[in-house]
């Protein structure tokens, strides 16, 4: 697999036209591209994108009330991002070629978005699996710098699902302005009735709310949505459901 040179690339150099950067400004920059990108390819060593080794995590982070969750950036295809993509919600994720464990975060509070410069950890699973193959990194003393030093040579196989949008074009994951209207006239298409557990809500509206099936809140394709009552809604994620 042929190696890229990002800083030559004319992609890169486009880039860094639109953004008004000197061609001579050598600033190491995040370059971020969906998990579907058909040019990136994969092996239980890591991600490659056109033969660059690459990461991934989420850039958009929601935050609910005071507690900060902390989201890891992931090396394989580990034990997190199959079940990501069993619930149908891989599209979250980017991918990175930082090496300095700092990456662009939207933190993402009452649909409204704050972006920051964050250092993220590695995934646990990754780790395993890594070290399963005879390796041994840690996850206290880890380095990206070192990881992509030791696995240089690593250009074997193939990965079959992995992102394609960048951090400069991926549209926010945050709710749309016409949100309540589209929540409002699919409600009344399914007779204000769970999806779920089949309950009708017609005396109590309130209960009722609208899921989006792959985190993506933007995403208002209706595929993608889904009429749920409050508890089979919050059945399906891992913090307080706020929005209806």
């Not at 994720?93 to 978005?113: A, D, E, L, P």
């Amino acid at each position: 697999m042929e190696k890229i040179d990002f800083l030559n690339c004319d992609e890169f150099k486009l880039i860094k036209e639109l953004m008004g950067i000197s061609d001579n400004d050598k600033t190491e920059f995040t370059i971020v591209i969906s998990a579907d990108d058909t040019n990136l390819e994969g092996t239980p060593r890591g991600f490659f994108y056109k033969g660059r080794r690459v990461i991934l995590y989420i850039r958009d982070q929601a935050q609910y009330g005071d507690k900060i969750r902390e989201y890891k950036f992931h090396l394989v295809d580990c034990l997190t991002l199959k079940a990501m993509r069993n619930q149908n919600r891989y599209g979250k994720y980017v991918v990175s070629t930082s090496t300095s464990g700092k990456f662009k975060v939207n933190r993402i509070i009452n649909n409204r978005s704050v972006e920051r410069e964050e250092t993220l950890h590695v995934c646990k699973h990754c780790l395993r699996r890594l070290n399963q193959q005879g390796y041994n990194f840690t996850y206290e003393n880890f380095s990206i710098e070192e990881f992509f030093r030791i696995m240089n040579d690593d250009n074997s196989g193939n990965f079959s699902d992995l992102p394609s949008r960048n951090d400069l074009t991926d549209p926010l994951n945050v709710y749309q302005e016409n949100w309540i209207e589209i929540s409002r006239r699919l409600k009344a298409k399914h007779n204000y009735t769970c999806q779920e557990c089949h309950r009708n809500f017609s005396d109590c509206k309130s209960l009722l709310h609208v899921h989006h099936k792959n985190g993506r809140k933007n995403d208002n394709r209706e595929s993608n949505l889904e009429v749920l009552c409050y508890d089979c809604h919050q059945a399906k994620h891992n913090h307080k459901i706020t929005r209806k």
